[in-house]
């Protein structure tokens, strides 16, 4: 298994910005997918947003197009995801998800390895 650590969870007001990170540590692939996705409480885990290795293709759930933005540096074995514009409705832990061939995917039973979970808090 791949170790992921998160960072960057934290409690700001409606409106607010953060920014997650998630690095990639220990043993890794060459070539990989990584992907974000939250849980909140009493409801499934749901997926984020996705980028490929390239980080030339991106995917966004709906409900955060326009306001997340994912990113990597594979030089840092890192990946990012900028939040703007954040609402109550974007409370949740935060997971970051990494997979060699299901990057594409938005169900989180087809990603292999996973980070501990962030906290993130939307104030109303």
């Known amino acids: 298994q791949v170790p992921l650590v998160e960072s960057g969870g934290g409690l700001v007001q409606a409106g607010g910005s953060l920014r997650l990170a998630c690095v990639v540590s220990g043993p890794t692939f060459s070539s990989y997918g990584m992907g974000w996705f939250r849980q909140a409480p009493g409801k499934e885990r749901e997926f984020v947003s996705s980028?490929?290795?390239?980080?030339?293709?991106?995917y966004y759930a709906d409900s955060v197009e326009g306001r997340f933005t994912i990113s990597r540096d594979n030089a840092k074995d890192t990946v990012y995801l900028e939040m703007n514009s954040l609402k109550p409705e974007d409370t949740a832990v935060y997971y970051c998800?990494?997979?060699?061939?299901?990057?594409?995917?938005?169900?989180?039973?087809?990603?292999?390895?996973w980070g501990q979970g962030t906290q993130v808090t939307i104030s109303s």
């Open positions: 980028i490929n290795w390239n980080g030339d293709q991106t």
């Open positions: 998800a990494l997979d060699t061939v299901a990057f594409v995917s938005r169900y989180w039973k087809d990603w292999r390895f």
